[in-house]
């Protein structure tokens, strides 16, 4: 049970931002949000996560509805290298540390 | 520093031999995670070490799996009687504590596929 949904594909254009959704409603207070990607043939990378607040850091944004029912990865200015796999996952903080992952959003981003 | 390394990064084996699949996590990691990926599936939760015991092993699918972590370091994921449906990507991380009130970041190594012919 990956508890989180997102849309199986996407595309974006070079130098545009990218915006992955991430549906999780029944999320837990004691959970976080966290996303990883994997690039072809690697293992998964860290990219962000966050609690309630809205997140920034080098690679990307994370921003949380106020209900934490979803959110939304943004990569501001997609470049190639950022075609991969991106996963959305839920993770309790303080039971159970591995993560559920689901199938996750493959991007690709077109020249 | 160095990341999560995993070798070898590719096994080919027959079916019903014994394989050991070996993880060396960050320095100073005391929390490792074994999971396995099937094509075109994310990564499935296997076994969680907290130092040197298996805090969770809920997610090894069978008893002919098996992970040991005897110092608290590297790892060993131990597949007997291999059968063909356990040819995937084989992932491991580690995380700094992996337990307690902190978010916890794992970060994975580049996996070893596994091909059971």
């Known amino acids: 049970d990956a508890k989180t949904t997102q849309p199986p594909s996407m595309d974006c254009a070079e130098g545009r931002a990218a915006n992955l959704p991430c549906n999780h409603s029944?999320?837990?207070?004691?959970?976080?949000v966290y996303w990883y990607r994997q690039i072809h043939s690697q293992g998964p990378q860290y990219i962000i996560h966050?609690?309630?607040n809205n997140e920034t850091n080098e690679m990307a944004s994370l921003i949380i509805t106020e209900d934490r029912k979803s959110s939304t990865l943004i990569l501001p200015h997609a470049t190639l290298r950022d075609t991969a796999v991106y996963y959305c996952?839920?993770?309790?903080?303080?039971?159970?540390?591995?993560?559920?992952f689901g199938t996750g959003t493959s991007l690709t981003v077109i020249p | 520093g160095a990341g999560v390394s995993q070798t070898p990064s590719n096994k080919v084996t027959e079916k019903g031999k014994y394989v050991e699949l070996r993880c060396d996590p960050i320095?100073?990691?005391?929390?490792l995670y074994w999971y396995r990926q099937s094509l075109g599936q994310g990564p499935e939760f296997l076994i969680y070490?907290?130092?040197?015991?298996?805090?969770?092993d809920s997610g090894l699918p069978n008893d002919r799996f098996f992970a040991v972590r005897p110092e608290g370091s590297v790892s060993t994921l131990k597949i007997q009687r291999t059968e063909r449906g356990d040819s995937a990507v084989y992932l491991c991380?580690?995380?700094?504590?992996?337990?307690?009130?902190?978010?916890?970041?794992?970060?994975f190594g580049p996996g070893t596929r596994l091909t059971v012919l």
């Open positions: 991380a580690s995380s700094l504590t992996g337990a307690g009130l902190i978010a916890d970041t794992q970060y």
């Open positions: 029944t999320i837990s207070g004691n959970e976080y």
């Open positions: 966050g609690l309630k």
């Open positions: 996952i839920r993770r309790a903080y303080n039971t159970g540390n591995q993560f559920y």
């Open positions: 320095s100073g990691h005391t929390a």
């Open positions: 070490f907290q130092g040197t015991g298996a805090a969770d």
